[in-house]
């Protein structure tokens, strides 16, 4: 992630409250990106003790290392596989599930929300790959698709987890809906007290309420506290 404004500086500017709130955002905006989970995993920060795959933060696979193309390649490989076993099997959803996951994995959202969608064409009630389409979707620069595949999930089922979570970051990092996002978060851990990555919403929901209070258009030369 690109190096933010100082604190120092923000504060020497007088910032409009709008402008400071934008300045805080980028400050911890990467912090959030990370904390993308897919439908049936937990956060990263536990997955060694849990079962499930997790995306990798956005910024974690190989930028600077190889290429998009070189990772397209890297993932049509891997799926060859799948892809072979769906040749007699086209409409299973749990292999198209897997192909989407391959490519998610590999950056490539475009063909990871094709087969997601497929998948949910043949079992549209599984709510993990549901709300893995809707994360891939977020990538893709789809924030209010998104949203609406995290609906669905939470009509279906209003305490599924990672929707909960992936919920709040949308509507934080896209929509700038910061109480949206910490409505998000406080429902996730009032009906999923054990949430393995309760800890780390904890400290991410207190940040973005830290800077809930500052109305738009006032004046301030507070600085961010990081």
Request: a neutral charge; glycine letters at 8%; proline letters at 7%.
């Amino acid at each position: 992630m690109s190096k933010s404004p100082s604190t120092a500086s923000t504060a020497s500017s007088g910032l409009t409250a709008g402008a400071y709130v934008l300045a805080v955002v980028c400050l911890i905006v990467g912090i959030a990106i990370g904390y993308l989970v897919r439908g049936g995993s937990v956060p990263a920060q536990t997955a060694e003790s849990h079962e499930g795959h997790n995306h990798p933060p956005a910024q974690a696979m190989g930028e600077g290392q190889v290429t998009p193309e070189q990772l397209k390649h890297m993932a049509d490989k891997q799926a060859e596989p799948l892809l072979s076993q769906l040749k007699s099997s086209p409409n299973d959803p749990t292999l198209l599930a897997n192909v989407g996951n391959v490519y998610y994995d590999a950056r490539q959202f475009k063909e990871a929300i094709d087969y997601y969608s497929r998948s949910l064409q043949s079992a549209p009630n599984n709510a993990d790959v549901r709300t893995d389409m809707g994360t891939a979707l977020y990538q893709s620069g789809k924030p209010d698709q998104a949203l609406i595949e995290y609906d669905k999930v939470l009509k279906q089922n209003p305490k599924h987890a990672n929707a909960l979570v992936n919920q709040g970051i949308v509507r934080w990092e896209a929509k700038m809906d910061l109480q949206g996002a910490v409505n998000s978060w406080e429902e996730l851990l009032k009906t999923n007290p054990d949430y393995p990555g309760r800890a780390d919403v904890e400290q991410l929901m207190a940040r973005v309420k830290a800077h809930m209070n500052i109305k738009p258009g006032t004046p301030t030369n507070k600085p961010a506290k990081m």
